[in-house]
C-alpha cells in the first residue's frame, strides 16, 4: 500500500475499523454561492442523508419538504416521503452536456451533482482502497506554515464524480486538509475543499465543517465568495 495513504488511514480512524461498517446517517445544511448561481439557493439547507460506504447510492430527505431524493449513478429521482414516484431522469450525466458554471440547473441536476460530491467527500481516504483506485504521492505543497504531503487518485471508470484524477492533501498528522479537482459537470471549473473541525464519530474521524473555493489556477484558493458550504450537525456510522 502506498506509504502516504496508509498514514491517512490511520489517522481517519484506520481501515480495520472502516471495514466493520457498512453506511452512514447524516444531518446537515449545504449553502453557498453555486446553489444561487444555480437557481437552487434552499434545497439543500436542512437535509439527511442516507447512505451505504461502499455502493454509490444515497437517500436525500429533504426535511420538512415532505420530499426525499434518490440517487444512484444511472438514475436520480425524486419522491415524496412515502414512496411515490415524482419524477425522475435515467442517465442524469448526459443531461449535463454543454453546461457551463452559470447554467440553471433543475432538483435533479442538483440531486445528482450534491449526492455524487457528498459520496466521494464522505468516504475519502477510504475510498482510495477500493477496487480500481490507483494513487501515488506528488510534491508536497506548503501552506498556512504547514506543509501537506500530497496524494494524487485515479478514479476508475464506473464511479460517478467530479473529474477522473483528483488531490487530497494532508497534514502532519494525517488528516485531510483539503482536497482539489476540477468539475467536469461544472464547465470544468475548478475547486478547492478544505475539510476542518474534525470529530471522531464511530471511531472515525470526520470533518464536520467544509468550505469549498475556487481556484485561481496555480493552486491558490480564491476566498470570495465561498462556492459551497457543508455543515454537518450529527452524523453515526451503521456497522456492517
Not at 49 to 67: A, C, D, F, K, N
Request: glycine fraction near 10%; include cysteine.
Amino acid at each position: 500500500m502506498n506509504e502516504l495513504l496508509a498514514i491517512a488511514l490511520d489517522a481517519h480512524g484506520g481501515l480495520d475499523r472502516w471495514n466493520k461498517l457498512k453506511g452512514l446517517i447524516a444531518g446537515m445544511s449545504i449553502s453557498g454561492s453555486t446553489w444561487v448561481i444555480k437557481g437552487q439557493p434552499y434545497l439543500f439547507n436542512n437535509i439527511r442523508i442516507e447512505m451505504p460506504i461502499r455502493e454509490q447510492h444515497m437517500v436525500t430527505h429533504l426535511v420538512g419538504q415532505g420530499r426525499k431524493l434518490i440517487f444512484d449513478p444511472d438514475r436520480v429521482a425524486v419522491e415524496t416521503e412515502t414512496g411515490d414516484p415524482l419524477f425522475q431522469r435515467l442517465n442524469p450525466r448526459a443531461s449535463f452536456e454543454g453546461h457551463l458554471f452559470e447554467t440553471p440547473w433543475d432538483e435533479l441536476h442538483a440531486t445528482y451533482f450534491c449526492s455524487y460530491a457528498l459520496w466521494t467527500y464522505l468516504t475519502i481516504p477510504f475510498l482510495y482502497t477500493y477496487p480500481g483506485f490507483f494513487v501515488e504521492e506528488i510534491s508536497p505543497w506548503n501552506e498556512n506554515g504547514e506543509e501537506w504531503r500530497r496524494l494524487k487518485a485515479i478514479f476508475p471508470d464506473g464511479v460517478a464524480t467530479h473529474t477522473k484524477e483528483q488531490v487530497s492533501y494532508f497534514g502532519h498528522d494525517g488528516l485531510l486538509r483539503r482536497h482539489q479537482y476540477t468539475v467536469d459537470i461544472l464547465g470544468a471549473a475548478r475547486g478547492l475543499n478544505y475539510a476542518y473541525d474534525y470529530r471522531d464519530i464511530d471511531g472515525i474521524k470526520v470533518p464536520t465543517q467544509r468550505r469549498i473555493y475556487g481556484d485561481d489556477g496555480g493552486g491558490h484558493r480564491i476566498p470570495n465568495p465561498v462556492l459551497i458550504s457543508i455543515d454537518i450537525s450529527e452524523m453515526e456510522f451503521v456497522e456492517g
